[in-house]
């Protein structure tokens, strides 16, 4: 297998396909007694088998595997694959990650007749890197690379702002790594957040629409629509927030958005910041956490004469940026301390660890949050540096070395049919 004959064949393939087409040239390559991929949902907290095409009833809710304490979380989390013999002829279990810059779309999942040698597990993790440009390539085509990522049906108002937040939730650079995690409130309130990444610039926002419901994703939409076609047309952060907030004035119904732009230079680290009536974000540095107070202009929207001030931002290599909306500072949400648990997650990516932020707000509100919860966390290695860790197909080799494990399989008895 070559990756150029994997990319070719998933091309030829219907786009609800490709995925089948590629596990079963894997499983005819390498002997497999299955090969299955499986797919994030839009929590991060859980998997959905996608099995054989034509098998896959989309008419019912996927099928959900939680991740918290299982193998496949180990797998996302360290980015490292695992390999699983455990001896008296049982089946070898391979899980690798299914990644791209940092964005952990899935699993690949394999069960071989006995473990793979280093070659074997170098074409295993060029298929799983493989497989998430194929992911990426495909989902445009077809719904069931969304439908396997909703585990619980959404509300109208969720679809609506799943759609407002960038394809993939985490990126990584040589100069930063960023994740996104948002927890819709049992009525959505018009959360959301968002990157792009130029040549020169990585600029950020985080907004939080008033209200509720559809009436707060519609608002959201509106202000969502007018950055980015500010920041398309090459506009600069203030001329961003002039066109966000004049969209809402004339559109927004009296509505108004709090948020925080970010623009910072990956030429030499020069950041800029403006604060639209939003929570002050938080600054990990040197193992302190510490809340940046800026100065605060009023909402997006807000019906009084004012101007947006574009403010300097204190950020060294070696910081962690961690941007919320007010769904993180709930009353319940004095349960957990929040900064210390930004201190004992600073070892995580950002991917894992704005996961585990927004795990704790909604333990703490025993699953039932009465506004949206919203975490960006970015980590700034600054100008010149790289600690890129999203390829992992190059560290494949070095797993092959088996884990013996008294954990039971998760998933391996769900009743999904892997891809054969």
Avoid at 23 to 36: D, I
Avoid at 213 to 229: E, F, K, N, P, Q
Avoid at 364 to 370: K, P, S, T, V, Y
């Amino acid at each position: 297998m070559t990756l150029a004959g994997t990319l070719a064949a998933a091309e030829a393939a219907a786009p609800v396909e490709s995925l089948d087409v590629v596990a079963r040239m894997l499983q005819e390559h390498l002997g497999a007694a299955s090969v299955s991929f499986l797919i994030t949902d839009f929590t991060g907290s859980s998997v959905v088998r996608l099995g054989v095409a034509g098998t896959v009833d989309t008419d019912e809710p996927a099928r959900r595997i939680t991740l918290r304490g299982t193998l496949y979380d180990d797998v996302i989390r360290t980015q490292r694959p695992s390999v699983e013999d455990k001896g008296d002829g049982a089946l070898v279990r391979i899980v690798a990650p299914v990644t791209n810059r940092g964005d952990a779309l899935g699993l690949l999942e394999l069960f071989l007749p006995a473990p793979p040698d280093a070659e074997a597990m170098r074409e295993i993790g060029e298929t799983a890197h493989a497989l998430a440009y194929i992911v990426i390539a495909n989902r445009s085509f077809t719904d069931v690379y969304q439908w396997g990522r909703r585990t619980t049906p959404l509300s109208l108002a969720a679809e609506i702002q799943h759609r407002l937040l960038p394809a993939s939730l985490a990126c990584e650079a040589a100069q930063f790594a960023v994740a996104g995690a948002l927890e819709p409130a049992d009525h959505v309130g018009g959360d959301t957040f968002d990157y792009v990444i130029d040549r020169d610039t990585v600029q950020l926002s985080v907004t939080d629409a008033m209200g509720h419901d559809v009436a707060a994703s519609l608002l959201a939409t509106l202000l969502v629509g007018a950055l980015r076609r500010a920041r398309r047309a090459g506009a600069d952060l203030a001329e961003q927030a002039r066109q966000a907030h004049q969209a809402l004035l004339d559109h927004g119904r009296q509505g108004y958005v709090t948020g925080q732009l970010l623009r910072i230079s990956l030429l030499d680290g020069k950041t800029e910041f403006i604060n639209a009536g939003h929570p002050w974000p938080l600054r990990m540095r040197n193992g302190q956490v510490r809340e940046i107070t800026p100065k605060v202009d009023m909402p997006f929207g807000f019906h009084a004469p004012h101007t947006y001030q574009v403010q300097s931002l204190d950020l060294r290599p070696g910081d962690r940026l961690v941007m919320l909306t007010d769904g993180m500072l709930e009353r319940n949400a004095k349960n957990f301390d929040l900064s210390d648990l930004i201190v004992r997650t600073r070892e995580l990516h950002p991917r894992e660890a704005a996961r585990t932020l927004i795990a704790a707000i909604v333990d703490a509100n025993n699953g039932h949050l009465q506004d949206d919860a919203t975490v960006m966390c970015l980590d700034w290695h600054g100008v010149g540096q790289s600690r890129r860790d999203a390829d992992t197909g190059a560290d494949l080799a070095d797993a092959s070395a088996p884990t013996r494990s008294g954990r039971a399989l998760p998933g391996a008895d769900s009743g999904a049919a892997p891809l054969r």
